[in-house]
């Protein structure tokens, strides 16, 4: 009875993708999902950030330079990652922000809640920059967002139906290091905590949010480890890499939090019924990714002292020969590699158990 479990996940998820395998890569017609709820940090973060009292803010120029509606408070030249996996699942139009979703009522095929520099722990973030909307304060916005969906399709069962059908993509943690853990200046969980103590303290804070997610009627939920923190312009510039190409210190400590993903989505999986939540391998993804261009360790735009762009500055020229466009955010390019690799997997390391587009299927 011990081995069941794991023979009936075996199942599930191995002949879908057998089946599967030979579908095309592109997505045509209508959406594969009727809805896409984003969760996360600046790298999805899409202009919730915009009405806050924060530094961390990308709506003005040169972001969005390659963008069709300009600078909207991605922070990129155009397309961030969760823009790009919409598009593959097929939806025309971009998701929109929660405020916007809130007040159009166009609630129905998902939104996007995602906060540049909030993170796992409520307190990440806000020491350094001010406002963010933590991965708990995004859980409570999606709240208010079912109220609504219940709201229009007349009753809790028929929201709950529609919202089992959905992808959900989260990508946090991220500024738990970067903006909490690697800012003893502001605060104090380095002194609390060594990486590996760290690392569990935030698993099981996470477990909690991504069991509350369910309860809220996710079921596809694609959850993204965290990127190669450490090599990023201001990662190189504030610590210094020694020797390395990247602050081997910071990647060190992210790839413990990364390991502990698998087993988390595996333990989701086996306990609560009907769950399918995936791991999306961003690290590797990301490491991988960046080898494609010819700087990668150097901002496109010109940088303030906060590692974002300068408004009175012009970009470099050529976007897609840069991994990072400012201190610590991909380019249009890089998105476009992260994006279609979390939706079509090109390494059997890249997803596990499936990638987006056999998650969409399930």
């Known amino acids: 009875m011990e081995n069941q ?18 579908l095309q890569s592109c997505a045509y017609g209508e959406p594969q999902v009727p809805c896409y709820f984003v969760f996360g940090d600046s790298l999805f973060d899409n202009g919730n950030n915009n009405n806050l009292s924060t530094l961390a803010k990308a709506n003005y120029t040169p972001y969005g330079i390659d963008f069709s509606n300009g600078p909207t408070g991605r922070f990129s030249n155009g397309n961030n990652t969760a ?5 593959l699942l097929g939806f025309d139009d971009y998701i929109p922000t929660f405020n916007e979703a809130k007040a159009t009522k166009n609630i129905l095929r998902g ?3 995602a906060s540049g ?27 208010i967002i079912i109220s609504l ?25 991220n500024n738990d290091y970067t903006m909490n853990y690697f800012l003893p200046q502001l605060y104090n969980t380095s002194r609390q905590f060594n990486a590996h103590q760290y690392a569990t303290v935030l698993i099981q804070q996470y477990s909690q949010q991504l069991k509350s997610l369910y309860d809220l009627g996710a079921r596809k939920v694609a959850v993204a480890g965290l990127i190669q923190n450490g090599c990023s312009p201001n990662a190189l510039a504030t610590y210094g890499a020694n020797g390395s190409s ?8 992210v790839q413990i939090f990364n390991s502990k993903l698998i087993p988390l989505v595996t333990n989701l999986n086996a306990n609560l019924p009907g769950a399918k939540f995936t791991y999306i391998n961003f690290y590797q993804i990301d490491a991988e990714s960046t080898r494609a261009f010819r700087f990668t360790r150097v901002a496109c735009c010109n940088l303030t002292s906060t590692g974002l ?10 976007r897609t020969e840069y991994a990072f466009y400012d201190s610590a955010h991909p380019t249009e390019a890089r998105a476009l590699i992260l994006g279609r690799r979390a939706y079509r997997a090109q390494s059997s390391t890249d997803a596990f158990p499936v990638d987006i587009s056999l998650l969409a299927q399930l």
């Not at 823009?83 to 598009?87: F, G, Q, S, T």
């Not at 969906?149 to 059908?165: I, Q, R, W, Y």
């Open 83 to 87: 823009d790009v996996i919409a598009k």
């Open 246 to 253: 990247c602050v081997e210190v910071i990647n060190n400590a």
């Open 5 to 22: 479990p794991k023979l009936l996940w075996w199942i599930f998820f191995t002949i879908p993708l057998l089946i599967s395998s030979n």
């Open 309 to 318: 762009c300068d408004p009175s500055t012009i970009p470099c020229p050529d």
């Open 117 to 143: 520099s909030a993170g796992i722990r409520n307190e990440s973030g806000r020491l350094a920059v001010g406002d963010v909307i933590s991965l708990d304060e995004q859980l409570r916005n999606h709240r």
């Open 111 to 113: 939104v996007n809640y």
């Open 149 to 173: 969906v219940t709201e229009a399709l007349g009753n809790k069962d028929s929201a709950m139906k529609h919202l089992n059908k959905c992808i959900y993509t989260i990508d946090m943690g």
